[in-house]
């Protein structure tokens, strides 16, 4: 009985590490919207794949690269803008 129990939780704890080793499957913040349109109050602009940044366990996306450089400028004020606005909105965090 041991020995199964040692060989579940083996395989479990081995597919939870390879699971949180893929990108898709981080937290993404703003269901996929552009993090830069959400921190200037836009919810309805799409993020791409192409433009993503990863910062504290979190996947930002972005609509375009422009977006991406001009959020990281002033990071950790956007990230706490956008936060306001996506709670506001009723956005779920």
């Given amino acids: 009985m041991k020995f199964l129990l040692t060989v579940f939780i083996s395989i479990f704890l081995a597919s939870c590490a390879h699971h949180h080793?893929?990108?898709?499957?981080?937290?993404h913040k703003y269901e996929k919207q552009c993090a830069y349109s959400v921190a200037h109050g836009d919810l309805k602009t799409k993020g791409s794949v192409e433009y993503r940044f990863e910062h504290g366990g979190k996947v930002y996306f972005f609509s375009t690269d422009e977006k991406l450089n001009d959020?990281?400028?002033?990071?950790?004020?956007?990230i706490k803008k956008a936060n306001q606005t996506w709670s506001d909105r009723g956005?779920?965090?």
Avoid: I, P, Q
């Fill in 21 to 27: 080793n893929k990108t898709e499957h981080h937290h």
């Fill in 71 to 78: 959020f990281k400028k002033d990071l950790e004020s956007n």
């Fill in 91 to 93: 956005g779920r965090l």
